[in-house]
């Protein structure tokens, strides 16, 4: 017989060096795993960390760095910046409308308040009330467009508002809109003029300047147009409306 007690004191040297080997081998997986992991979700938890303080303050001017790694989380992380300038933008477009209407309401109902005041404040007189109540229906009138202009605003930019399409002659749009606002350009002395592509100065004369089209917002856009041409032009200043059209297009300026 020969003794084995050098092999077997080999094979268990081994063991414990494959032991040891093998655990170093797991140890170090699991920590490069834990890093790689963290590192592929840090930018997520940067992302989750600019979202709880929009959710917390309600400030949308808080941004994500990027890595400049050019990976798809980098891409995703200016696409949710792209998104907040978005919001911000929007939500700014929103306070300055919301100012500007109720600088707007405020004036006329200012004065519907105190011309009711006024009536309720002197004698009793048929013929006062009447002309109070008057003055109080046509400042309604004022607050139901600003309204219902805000209400028009609002559709378009959601994407709800339903056009009416139809064949839409842009010479009669612009007819409209000069007839009302004819007495303004006459009494601010501004010279009011309608120039076709045939040249006569007369709105109808152009019967091919055809579109399809809302006729209601087409005339709003003409009236727009024409009350601001006419709000920033000088006493004795000439304002121009040009229609025009061809084989692809019709023109309005």
């Not at 017989?1 to 063991?15: D, P």
């Not at 808080?62 to 911000?88: C, H, Q, S, W, Y």
């Not at 309604?140 to 064949?167: F, K």
């Not at 040249?199 to 055809?210: K, L, S, V």
Request: proline share 4%.
């Amino acid at each position: 017989g020969k003794s084995t007690e050098a092999r077997e004191a080999l094979l268990a040297r081994f063991r414990a060096a494959l032991g040891l080997v093998t655990l170093s081998i797991v140890v170090i997986a699991l920590t490069g795993g834990w890093l790689v992991t963290q590192s592929a979700l840090f930018p997520i938890r940067r992302l989750t960390q600019a979202v709880r303080q929009i959710i917390r303050t309600g400030r949308t001017n808080a941004r994500v760095p990027l890595a400049g790694t050019g990976d798809a989380l980098d891409e995703l992380t200016a696409l949710f910046n792209a998104m907040l300038d978005k919001i911000e933008g929007l939500v700014a477009a929103m306070r300055h409308s919301l100012d500007n209407v109720s600088h707007d309401l405020r004036t006329p109902l200012t004065r519907l308040r105190g011309t009711a005041e006024i009536a309720l404040a002197g004698p009793p007189d048929v013929e006062r009330y009447r002309e109070a109540l008057a003055d109080c229906v046509e400042e309604s009138d004022r607050v139901l467009v600003m309204l219902n202009t805000l209400m028009d605003i609002s559709e378009a930019e959601s994407g709800a508002m339903q056009l009416q399409r139809e064949p839409v002659a842009l010479g009669d749009v612009v007819a409209r809109a000069t007839d009302l606002y004819r007495e303004v350009a006459d009494a601010k002395g501004v010279a009011m003029v309608v120039r076709t592509g045939t040249g006569p100065e007369d709105a109808t004369a152009q019967p091919d300047a055809i579109v399809m089209g809302d006729r209601t917002r087409l005339e709003q856009v003409a009236a727009n147009l024409i009350d601001n041409a006419l709000k920033y032009t000088p006493s004795g200043g000439r304002v121009e409306i040009e229609i025009g059209a061809d084989d692809q297009s019709a023109m309005l300026r």
